[in-house]
């Protein structure tokens, strides 16, 4: 942490000038919400080595009340005549905005929990320019081993970092980060057959094991697009779909999330409300948490946006729903506490949202699951998706991207132009089946079993 | 902005090798309210420089915020190591780019100084008369969003082979959205409109209260609606459909960059990929319409924006470029080279993309429609490289007999871009671009704009099966 030690000293100094400015231009409280990064990237593009870029700098924004008034604004240098700009039109917004009885900016405890996490690694926050050519160089050999492959971009980008929220009753939190996060997005040819675009992205906050990790996830998207190549038909039908963990969190479980949100609730616009806690709302085979203590994944804090330490959150317990996730705007309106799930960057003012979701794995194996059907022609299963879905309505449709078509457990093709709709709520309710036992974490955030879901409208060209 | 611009020169004028030196200042605005609650009301400004070099055939960009010549200076040094450790892996080196097109001068769109002038206070009173509005329409508006957003951009481009432009521009969007309710069920309906220059251009075609109408009334409607059947049908696009069209399922596959990583569209220039009726381009400036939201004069290599040709009567005509693009394909930049920041590198990028319109009217095409549907509102869309599309759609309207009978609720459109427009038989003589508030994103986002005439077509709904 010594690395960094100057750049925590001109946030800290930057945050207080800026909270202290506020108040003498007539605001109540305030609230800083501060970061700097460095990062170095290499990008891929087109089969070839594309870029080597740097970037670093810092961002500021403070949030102010004058009674129930609130106003925000952010710049992203230090200099004393910005800052004490944008705390003058932060208290300039908050003079002209109505009063809005759910704004607050409240003092929280030290932020010490009994939780550890480990975000920082020394041997990555030091890692060469050279090095990272050599990751790069990994993950590019290891991708285009197959003539097949073909790489539209891709990018592999060490940064190290600090994050800081602090205001004017006496909250002061700061973070430290170091992360290596690495994408490819590409696609298979062969002759005029093309597959879908597809992506990954995966991230690490150790540099040790890197390069296993980095080479192993580049050969299975490689393989996952390779498999791609072989299409055929599909059929349209109404019944049994498979959805694979990226679909079940993108589909489904996103719309979820929407209804959970507390500022939805206080709005009236979820489909739930506070009474419905302690009810049963989806399919009691259901087990749905959220987590910002896992270093692991994308977004990981001991603090929430607006200081507030987090916590691992039970939101649905076998289809009982157990909690919504709250920042300190819903919990003043719905008459309870901050669950640590105000989200945001110094950018903007804090909204709610997860951390980490993680939907329970269930009780049969995956392959049991594959081998379920209801028409003699067999089951789509979806891979990727690419469509709407609307949160309020829970009403989806949209494209299968790369998505198979099994027939009693055995991988037939893969299928093209093929659409898939129905319902968020009657998926997750009446028509949900079964959980596979085994669980994929996406894209170093959000993990989920694969599940079998009927009545699921499939219209093939 | 000019003494910056000669300091950046002066720095640059040192280097050894090919430099383009961007710096970029956005102030950006906005507010939302919410159910007689403003959620939000906010300022920003991100400034900063970026500097690209090209080295031994490779690339290296460094940013920073600081723009002190000593900070500046670094960032040269930066970008120069950098370049050089990636050109020692780099198979394929870029070749030396084209000059044509290069801009020097001041750039400048209208409306920034009166959007600029205009206070924040006075945007948000019409932002919250304007969705009070909204909830007083129906009693099944259960709740109403209006949010306002605007954009002031400065940037000064300068390059070690001879362009220097300055430019200033503004953008500004509104949305509008009111979800129904009505015994357990809901329906959302949306009003959006995005432009570059001042704050009466959004109201060229409605005003604020009227757009208001429009989302409550959709909300409303589609609360009784059914939903479609899926399957291969037989669609008329509105405009802003086209316009989605145009961007996600042809535009995004005749970047030179997708086009080098193997899209659709590799090796089809010259060859008919669309119906004779089909005339598509991507313009920096819309003759047809001003204020577009994708309004630009010059790109962030530099380059004067241009009128191009993508598809010319169903045969495909151009690629769009940036200045490395070009340089492999052997011909001149289009202008299309754009970054969302100045750490940003800059990429092809589409700016206003379109059909030209055609001779019929939307009255005739649909009443020389047996069996189909009508669809407008788009919600966003997505394709891939092999022109394989989806379009949400808040608005679809059944055709029976060239008339129209029925509104279902939203739907899914999806097919294969060539083979769509391929089956294009009718195209309207109304003509509008209207992508509304939204941005593309590809890396980075971008605001653009797209639009044309209503099209009759065939392609797939998604909808549901029995």
Redesign the interface.
Known sequence: MDILHKERHLLENAASQLISEALRQGADSAEVCGSYGQRSKISLEKQDFHLASTDDGYQLGIRVLKGQQQGFASCNTLEAKELKEIAARAVEIAGFSPENPHFSIQSVSSGKTDHSLEMWDESLSRISLQTQKDWALWMSQEFLKDKRIRLNEGALEVGRGLYSVSNSKGTHQLESETNCNWTLMGMAAEEDNITSFDYFSQISRKSMGIGDKIVSSSRRFRDSLLRNLKTGPATSYKGLVLFSPRAVLDILIDSVVYHLNGRVVLEGSSRWKTNDLGTKVLSPLLFLEDSAWNSDRMSCGLFDREGTPTQDLALIKEGMLTAFLLDHYSAKGLHQSSNGHAVGGPSSAPTVGSHNLSLRGGTQALNTLMAQQTTPQGILWVNRYSGQTDPVTGDFSGVAKGSEWWVNGEFQHCVKETLVSGNVFEALGPCFLSLSQETQVVDSSGESPTALIDGISVTAN | MKDLALRIENILATSPVWVEARFHRRKSQSVQV??G????????????IGIRCLVDG?????????TSTQAIEKALR??ID??K??SQ????SIKTLPTVGIAQGEFILDGYSELEQMP??KK?QAV?GAEQNVRRLSKNI??AVCAYNEQFENKIVITTDGARAISRLARNEIRVSA?AADHG????GQHTVGRTGAWECLFAESNFLEMGEKAAKLAVDLLSAP?IP???STLILSPAMVGLLSHEAIGHTVEA??V???S?AQGKIGTQVASPLITLCDSGIVKEQAHAGGDLLVDDEGIATQNTTIIKEGILNSYLHNRESAAAFGVAPTGNARAWLY?D?PLIRMRNTYILPGHQTLQEIIESTADGYLVDCP??G?A???G?F?F?AQKVMRIEKGKITKLF????I???AFSVLNSVDAVSREFHLDLGAGYCGK?QPAKVDAGGPYIRCRA???????
Not at chain 2, 37 to 48: P, R
């Open positions: 919410q159910s609650l403003v959620k939000q009301a906010k300022s920003n400004i991100t400034s900063g490779a690339w290296g960009f460094s940013s920073t915020s600081d930066q970008a950098c370049a450790s990636i892996l780099k198979k394929a924040l206070e948000l919250i259960q709740t979800i069920e809901f329906a959302e939903k899926g399957g291969l960059d997708f080098l990583s193997g659709v750490q590198e919600l966003g997505q891939d490289s092999t394989e989806m949400g609720r939203g739907a899914t999806s097919g294969q890396g797939i709904i998604g909808g549901v099966q029995s």
